[in-house]
Every structure is written in C-alpha cells, then in structure tokens.
C-alpha cells in the first residue's frame, strides 16, 4: 500500500534551520506532483508544492526561505527551511497531490 513517512521535525529557535523528508512507498514516484502542508490550530495550509517535473511552487510566507525539492531515485521530498520564525511552528504533511495520500505529519516547533 502508498506509505508516506515524515521525519525531521524538531524543537528550534527562531533564525534557526531544519529540513524535512518524507519518503514515500507504494506508487510511482515520479509520476507525481508532491505538496507540504502545514497544520496549525485545526486550519491546514499549503506551505510549498513540486510538480513530477521539478517546477517549485512557494507560500508568500515561506519564499525566500524554504526551499522544496524531491529526489526520484529514492522517492524522497524534502523541505529546507531557514530563518524559521515562530509562526512556522505546526504540524508539517506530505502529500502527494491529486490523491488522497498523506503522511502522519511531523511536529515542527519555533521558539522565540
């Protein structure tokens, strides 16, 4: 069965770094568009989105500092995320666009 696994959430500082990953099973990978979400307060909000050719796609919020990419080869999506500010804490979802498929998230948490 499609298996998502987010990992790399962490508790951090404001200015600091993290970078997500989600590694993906069950479908063809590159087939796919590829999307992070972030949950907050019950409200679940794109964050950034990679299309199966590569094209980014960013949140006013976040461009500029985060940086999405994916790696076919190991059915791998990533979220570099610099200069985090505390409104960036929440709950981070991968997803793979057009289905239903989500991970379990992974908690993000930005102290000021």
């Known amino acids: 069965q499609v298996q998502l696994v987010e990992s790399g959430g962490a508790l951090v500082h404001s200015g600091g770094s993290l970078r997500l990953s989600c590694s993906v099973s069950?479908?063809?990978?590159?087939?796919?568009?590829l999307a992070w979400y972030r949950q907050d307060e019950g409200k679940r909000t794109l964050v950034a989105q990679i299309?199966?050719?590569?094209?980014?796609y960013y949140a006013h919020f976040v461009e500029g500092r985060f940086t999405i990419s994916r790696d076919n080869a190991k059915s791998a999506l990533y979220l570099q995320m610099n200069n985090l500010e505390p409104e960036d804490t929440g709950i981070y979802y991968c997803?793979?666009?057009?289905?239903?498929?989500w991970g379990r998230g992974t908690q993000v948490t930005v102290s000021s």
């Open positions: 069950g479908i063809d990978f590159s087939a796919f568009g």
């Open positions: 997803n793979i666009m057009s289905t239903g498929y």
């Open positions: 299309s199966s050719g590569g094209n980014p």
